[in-house]
């Protein structure tokens, strides 16, 4: 059974959403219990999965039981394997975290909303675990329809917002599918390893190098790089909390890992680094980003928006860390897609918690939060430390590594840029720590609601926090041993020292 | 000059494509109303695909049906030699069924979308809804 | 917002110009696209699937697992409709608008629980009403079973002709929203009712991806179509083209049903009182 985990992983959540959109017609109360045995099945078979690739080398499985190019077939490696466990333990806990806030926001909809939730989840490990570029695309457009469709259910602006974000999101597809028709129209062939065999004799061809450009410029649309990030504080503002908690952490992580993948497995690094000429703008472009990212956020009116604005900057470190050419810089950037998850998920379950309790999210609304509710706000304490990035909490570690490799590429913006968004962080998050602690707890609070009794959230919604939270700290302890086991075989040893 | 124009005639269909890619991309981000930029998206979408559609095209090459293979058990019937060379790519077909039915996947999220920020705005136009937000 | 729209199609345009120099002429048979995969394609797939329409073949069952995706994509593109636009039904006031067919007069009627209008004189309307031209509508009563039968065989002949499952469902789903356009949305619904469709779709879905996990069950990879050969009795090469067939049906259910979900959504905006 175990040789198959790839193939289950994909398939257990896509039938179980079709399950629970069945099972939404007739008797809605089991729609939930399904999607938690889905979902720990895939978060099972993930950590499964990550143990046997860490003894041998790589798994490839063979669907259709053809052989690549000829059928699809999935290359699961270290960095997949990590990507997937992320995504699989993200989607889990957000489940468990949030379904009382589903219950309220969509009483009779629960069905739908959970067939969208699994179909979500089952894009994005299909995306980490396909080794066919034509299938990432399939599965991109999977997990893009969902999540328009479920954040377009938020409130006020939510239907403008998707909008928009359908608009740059087909764009960035586009994109996407035309760098991989040129790169067919070179090569002949749709699978990654086999076009990274191909390409060593097509350095030279100018549609090779407009195929890379393409999809780089389509991939860095979908995951917020600056300046085409506009569409990403409309659309994970207004988006319902239990929706927010779930794509923040994990769309743009997983198009980094798309990048990723296509720098280093399909784009060999050999023609990534040297012929290509582009590593400078890039960081210099995340520079850009990662201070744009800590400036906006500043400015921003309440405490979800500064929140994805910080995404934005994050998103500019690890695009950065990705293009410094060194084996420093690309492990901070691994290490970085599992830490931000996580650290975005504890904050924005967070917030998650004040919405369900107080109905608001502007900044007033945290007045007082550490008396009412202490568990949250430690657990939002904890998130902020990590964004900040202080010891022991991987957040730390991860900017530790971005900026050796920095460092040693000489790249001495990229390390004032990451130091200078650290410092905007602290006043970010500090301003929030001082408004929930040293603020009364106003008379009027929430929006509108004149008499709301504020006590701490259900302990459905506090434990997969502080499970979050814990985890941030032991994610921190244990970095040597991920970076050793975990990572270091993924960094190809021809990005040099 | 007769070597630009050879160029030009001998890849028409690249041009073909590159025009109404950038018609599709020039509507998306320049017009105004909501619907508008559905259509572009459509345009834009088209385009790939009749690029995807016409790699697969070759000289004197039919379409992928192999005439004698009728029946149960039509692969026993063997030694008929079926040549690369006379079947037109069906690799780029395929993959184009697929992007067609997601681009009217996406088609159809778009106009529910739009008819959502219809009912809430009463308007279509992106700057008489923007003039109403601001307001606010 | 238009100079920023010219600056973005010129710089695209110069990147895509620039890539031109190096294409393949068009329809060149020694292009890499043609010598690469393909030819393995177009010489075996007879003899490993005995399918001989190669497009069918390579979409069913050499990418099986692409073509099973799609079909989530549009199964998750109906239920994205559904979930932004259904309203409940329980909170309207039941206005309806009736029609004396002799005298051609109008009524509206606030419908109470204890006077239902079931006259036999009176039509039933919408609020935007247009004639029902009676050619119309007999025309399209007659021409509906012939488009479904041809949509049927569009499906089950696709081993052997231009067709297969999403196109046999897309003419399907046309002949449901026909019957919705030519009569109205009522009718539409009398004959395959939310619900229907609704669970139609999944279950289309699940047929592909519940033959995949078959295979699997059966010891094989996931889709590989050589494992129903045990269960059909029949040579594992018959058996691809067999389970190429059942996963076409599947495909066809969750288009159609699909097709009709999204219209009858967008066209009543999600209200399934009265459509266009």
New interface residues.
């Given amino acids: 059974m175990s040789q198959h985990f790839p193939a289950l992983l994909v398939t257990v959540p896509l039938l179980s959403a079709l399950l629970i959109s069945i099972v939404g017609w007739l008797y809605k109360r089991l729609c939930f219990p399904i999607a938690v045995a889905a979902l720990s099945v895939t978060a099972y078979s993930s950590v499964g999965l990550l143990l046997s690739v860490m003894h041998e080398k790589e798994i490839l499985y063979r669907l259709g039981g053809w052989e690549p190019p000829w059928g699809i077939a999935y290359r699961v490696d270290h960095l997949s394997a990590l990507v997937l466990v992320v995504v699989s333990v993200v989607g889990l806990l957000n489940l468990i975290a949030t379904q009382k806030s589903i219950q309220e926001e969509f009483p009779e909809k629960t069905g739908a909303f959970y067939t969208l939730y699994v179909l979500l989840i089952t894009g994005l490990l299909g995306i980490v675990v396909t080794g066919d570029v034509f299938n990432l695309y399939v599965l991109l457009e999977i997990t893009a329809l969902t999540g328009y469709g479920l954040i377009a259910m938020g409130e006020e602006h939510a239907p403008l917002a998707s909008l928009n974000y359908v608009y740059m999101g087909t764009i960035g597809a586009c994109f996407y599918l035309l760098g991989i028709g040129y790169l067919y129209i070179s090569t002949g062939s749709l699978n990654m390893a086999d076009i990274a065999s191909i390409l060593p004799g097509l350095y030279d061809s100018r549609v090779v190098l407009a195929a890379f450009i393409i999809c780089m410029v389509g991939v860095c649309l979908k995951m917020a790089f600056f300046p085409l990030h506009t569409w990403l504080p409309n659309a994970y503002t207004y988006a319902p909390s239990a929706v927010s908690s779930l794509v923040a952490p994990l769309m743009t992580k997983v198009m980094i890992y798309v990048m990723l993948r296509l720098m280093l497995t399909v784009f060999t690094p050999v023609f990534t680094f040297s012929r290509v000429g582009l590593s400078d703008s890039m960081v210099w472009l995340a520079v850009i980003a990662i201070a744009m990212g800590a400036v906006l956020a500043l400015a921003a009116r309440d405490m979800k928006r500064m929140l994805t604005y910080v995404i934005v900057a994050e998103v500019g470190y690890m695009v950065g860390g990705a293009w410094l050419g060194n084996r420093a810089g690309m492990t901070g950037a691994i290490l970085h897609i599992a830490n931000d998850a996580l650290m975005t998920l504890c904050v924005f379950l967070a917030v998650g918690n004040i919405v369900y309790k107080v109905k608001g999210y502007a900044f007033k609304d945290l007045q007082g939060m550490f008396r009412k509710m202490p568990y949250t706000m430690s657990g939002l304490v904890a998130g902020a430390l990590s964004m900040v990035g202080v010891p022991p909490t991987c957040g730390f570690f991860s900017k530790w590594y971005l900026i050796s490799g920095g460092v040693q590429a000489g790249q001495y913006g990229f390390v004032a840029a990451l130091i200078f968004s650290s410092l905007i962080n602290v006043i970010l998050f500090f301003r929030i720590i001082e408004i929930g602690y040293y603020e009364p707890f106003g008379a009027d609070h929430g929006q509108g609601s004149s008499r709301v009794r504020t006590a701490e959230a259900p302990l459905t919604m506090v434990i997969p926090l502080l499970i979050v939270a814990g985890g941030l700290v032991m994610m921190g302890v244990y970095t040597g041993d991920i970076v050793a086991h975990v990572i270091a075989p993924v960094v190809p040893p021809a990005l040099g020292n | 000059m007769s070597n630009l124009l050879s160029s030009i005639v001998d890849n028409y269909n690249y041009l073909i494509y590159i025009i109404l890619m950038m018609i599709g991309l020039y509507a998306m981000i320049a017009k105004k109303n909501l619907v508008k930029k559905i259509v572009g998206m459509n345009v834009l979408q088209t385009a790939i695909i009749l690029f995807y559609v016409s790699i697969g095209a070759k000289k004197g090459a039919t379409i992928p049906i192999i005439q004698h293979g009728h029946g149960e058990g039509a692969h026993e019937m063997g030694a008929s030699v079926i040549k690369a060379a006379e079947y037109i790519n069906p690799l780029p077909h395929v993959l184009m069924l697929t992007a067609i039915v997601v681009a009217v996947a996406t088609l159809g999220v778009a106009l529910a979308l739009a008819i959502k920020v219809y009912d809430r705005y009463q308007t279509l136009e992106e700057d008489e809804i923007l003039a109403q937000i601001r307001e606010k | ?2 100079a ?3 600056i ?2 010129i710089l ?2 110069a ?15 020694t ?13 075996k797939s ?10 069918t073949a ?2 069913a ?10 079909t ?15 309203t ?1 039904r329980k909170d309207r006031a039941r206005v309806r608008r009736y029609r004396h067919v002799l005298t051609g007069m109008t009524i509206r009627v606030k419908e109470t629980r204890k006077t239902p209008l079931v006259l036999e004189e009176f039509e039933r309307i919408d609020t935007l009403w247009a004639p029902h031209d009676l050619i119309i509508k007999t025309a399209c009563r007659i021409l509906i079973p012939f488009i479904q039968l041809f949509a049927l065989y569009v499906i089950a002949h696709g081993h ?3 067709g297969g499952g ?1 196109q046999g469902g897309v003419i399907l789903g046309a002949s449901l929203i026909l019957l919705a356009i030519s009569h109205d949305l009522r009718t539409a619904l009398g004959r395959m009712s939310e ?1 229907l469709h ?2 139609l ?3 289309g ?2 047929i592909y ?2 033959t ?2 078959l295979c ?1 069950a059966l010891g ?7 494992a129903l050969a045990r269960i059909l009795h029949v040579d594992p ?2 058996a691809r083209s067999h389970g190429i067939l059942i996963v076409e049906i599947g495909v066809g259910l969750a ?1 159609m049903a699909t097709m009709v979900w ?1 219209y009858s ?2 066209s009543s ?1 999600g209200k399934y009182d009265e459509g266009l």
Wanted: negative net charge; glycine residues 8%; proline residues 8%.
């Fill in positions: 917002m238009r920023l729209g010219i973005v199609v695209t345009g990147v895509l110009l620039y890539a031109l120099g190096d294409f393949p002429s068009w329809a060149d048979p292009s890499p696209a043609h010598k690469h995969v393909s030819p393995a394609y177009i010489e007879l003899e490993q699937t005995s399918v001989p329409n190669i497009v390579v979409l069952d050499y990418r099986g697992y692409d073509t099973m995706f799609e989530t994509v549009i199964f998750g593109a109906g239920v994205v409709c559904f979930f932004l636009l259904r409940p052997h002709s231009p999403f619900r609704a669970i779709c999944p279950i879905v699940f991806a519940g995949g996990a699997l094989f990879n996931f889709l590989d179509y050589g090469v018959t288009v999204i959504n967008i905006k």
